[in-house]
């Protein structure tokens, strides 16, 4: 069951929902119906993305149709790159599904500015990435997401990683109807390292699930999680985090947190993190805390003379910036500072 | 300066300060001093307007404005500072960044134009210097991982850059060892002049000999049972709160 191939069969009976384990906080199934006709070509203009104009380059697709050279995700060995990669919806009421490929050869390193960028309504966007990392090779993804209030986006990650590869991603969503950003990985230890770091900043009505699963299935291998979440309103958060240690996989070093505040009565947050350990002499922690700002840390701001709007505000992006500090790139990073603060602030 | 009269407070229905009148001119430094659980505390936070305290009865004025009808940053703003007992560590916010965010809500709510981060800066070191605080520690987030007596500095420190009008030191010496409480002292001394008035809440004499109070008043049961001159912070340091225990 997935949206891509809901879409491809034209079929709600593909639907992921709450039948799928996976999706029972985000249940696509219940809540379509009838799925929207098929986005059409659009050639119109397309404003600049949350990533502005960072890097040597831009891969852009625009309804699920391809424009600009996507052979610019594929690295050869030892290359180095910076590139924009956005997937944006300008149909209103319209669906499209789309795939992309991402090769970094070995001991290349591609830095991938992702984003999922709404210039419409109530569309139904589905991504896929298969993404490969040769030995040696490293990834630093990051994604942030614009998506409309009443869009639902579903995004889904496929990493196989070689020997010695290293990934770092960070993901920010900020959420819409329904959204979804997975993300897979295939860890082969040896080496490699994972870090899979993110953060959601969810008001209104918004959704945002954050679902990640790492199998290890080699010894020696280290993956990192940070992942720090906000829900204000009547908004709700679900993160998803599994860790599978493969049998064999020995000495693997696998270290989960998830911390998110809940500013108001009715938003909601759904945390399931997971570890599944089949091997010997391994170290794995995950650590999950839920809670509400600190009010006696807020007093503390408002008596100094910060108005208590704006003293939230401040220890919220505090709370969310260590997670953003830990972005390499720093125009990215400095991008997502003030897509967080944006979001924050009003 | 700051008028107090008839105050009555509660926290969670329950009564704590009981008619409570006091009053601070410019330029006088007073001290509240009292057994555990006398309302001290309760006091300090009923003037700066902390959430969970509420007024029964009673007004608080500074300056002739109400101060209980103002959110507790508008109160800052008026130039009312309390410094904590025990300071909050705020993660992820640097020092700096925290003392300038609070010093331009401030002079904005006073209509004042925003300091420039050159002066602010410049400000910063100064005072710092004074207080020999290590400026590397106020690159750092607020008070955290701080010590008791880092805490207290960076308190005074914060009341040196805000230069606030009225300052209320709760149990300020408490967690320091005698060359800290003579920096903390010395700073809180620095800021005494004819337009400021103080309130030191202090559970012991000793800070008194470094800050020299003009009146001192004793609290016990949510009200002031005695007020007098300097004198009294030693007469209690002999004879205990006994007796205005049971004359409470």
């Known amino acids: 069951m997935s949206l891509a191939s809901a879409l491809r069969d034209h079929d709600v009976a593909r639907l992921p929902g709450k039948r799928d384990e996976d999706w029972r906080w985000t249940d696509l199934r219940g809540l379509i119906r009838v799925l929207p006709p098929g986005s059409p070509a659009y050639d119109g203009p397309v404003a600049a993305g949350p990533f502005g104009g960072l890097g040597e380059g831009e891969v852009l697709f625009v309804n699920g149709r391809v424009r600009g050279d996507e052979e610019l995700l594929t690295l050869a060995a030892g290359q180095t790159r910076t590139v924009r990669l956005r997937f944006v919806s300008a149909a209103a009421g319209a669906s499209h599904s789309v795939q992309a490929k991402v090769r970094v050869g070995a001991g290349a390193s591609l830095t991938l500015l992702e984003s999922y960028e709404g210039q419409a309504a109530g569309y139904l966007a589905d991504a896929g990435l298969d993404i490969v990392l040769e030995p040696g090779a490293r990834l630093e993804r990051v994604v942030l997401t614009v998506d409309a209030a009443d869009a639902v986006s579903v995004s889904t990650a496929s990493v196989t990683l070689a020997a010695s590869a290293r990934l770092s991603q960070c993901t920010l969503s900020d959420g819409a109807k329904r959204q979804r950003l997975e993300t897979r990985v295939l860890h082969p230890g040896v080496g490699a390292a994972v870090r899979l770091d993110g953060t959601y900043l969810l008001a209104g009505q918004r959704h945002a699930d954050c679902t990640t699963v790492v199998t290890h299935a080699g010894a020696d291998g280290t993956t990192e999680q940070l992942i720090k979440g906000v829900t204000a309103d009547q908004s709700r958060g679900v993160f998803q985090g599994r860790i599978v240690v493969a049998q064999g996989a020995d000495r693997t070093d696998a270290r989960m947190g998830h911390h998110a505040l809940i500013l108001s009565e009715r938003a909601e947050i759904d945390a399931k993190p997971e570890l599944e350990i089949y091997a010997d002499d391994v170290s794995c922690a995950h650590g999950n805390t839920v809670g509400a700002l600190d009010e006696e840390a807020l007093f503390y701001a408002e008596q100094r003379g910060i108005p208590a709007a704006q003293a939230r505000a401040m220890l919220t992006e505090a709370f969310i910036g260590e997670v953003i500090d830990r972005i390499g790139h720093e125009g990215a990073r400095e991008a997502a500072r003030a897509w967080a603060a944006q979001r924050l602030r009003t | ?248």
């Not at chain 2, 925290?98 to 331009?104: E, G, K, V």
């Not at chain 2, 207080?131 to 008791?148: E, H, P, Q």
């Not at chain 2, 606030?164 to 005494?192: H, K, Y």
Request: charged share 25%; aromatic share 6%; proline share 5%.
């Open chain 2, 1 to 248: 300066m700051l008028k107090i009269e008839n105050l009555h407070a509660s926290v969670a229905d329950k009564p704590i300060l009981k008619g409570v009148t006091l009053e601070v001119p410019a330029g006088e430094v007073h001290a509240i001093m009292g057994p555990n659980g006398a309302g001290k505390s309760t006091l300090s936070y009923v003037l700066t307007g902390r959430q969970g305290y509420s007024v029964t009865q009673g007004s608080a004025t500074l300056n002739g404005e109400d101060l209980l009808a103002l959110e507790p940053n508008e109160r800052a703003a008026r130039g009312l500072f309390l410094s904590f007992q025990y300071p909050l560590e705020i993660p992820g916010v640097p020092a700096l960044t925290f003392i300038r965010t609070a010093l331009n809500a401030q002079r904005k709510a006073r209509g004042e134009p925003e300091v420039t981060a050159p002066e602010f800066l410049k400000l910063a070191r100064e005072k710092a210097a004074a207080l020999k605080i290590d400026f590397d520690m106020l690159k750092r987030a607020l008070n955290v991982g701080f010590s008791g007596g880092e805490k207290k500095r960076m308190e005074i420190f914060q009341m040196a850059m805000l230069s606030p009008r009225f300052l209320i030191l709760d149990e300020t010496d408490s967690g320091l060892d005698i060359d800290a409480l003579r920096i903390v002292s010395e700073g809180v001394n620095a800021l005494r002049s004819p337009d400021r008035g103080m309130l030191v809440i202090t559970h012991y004499q000793r800070l008194l000999d470094y800050i020299k109070p003009d009146r001192v008043h004793v609290m016990s049961a949510g009200r002031i049972v005695a007020s007098g001159g300097p004198d009294l912070a030693l007469e209690l340091e002999r004879e205990g709160y006994d007796k205005y225990a049971r004359a409470a």
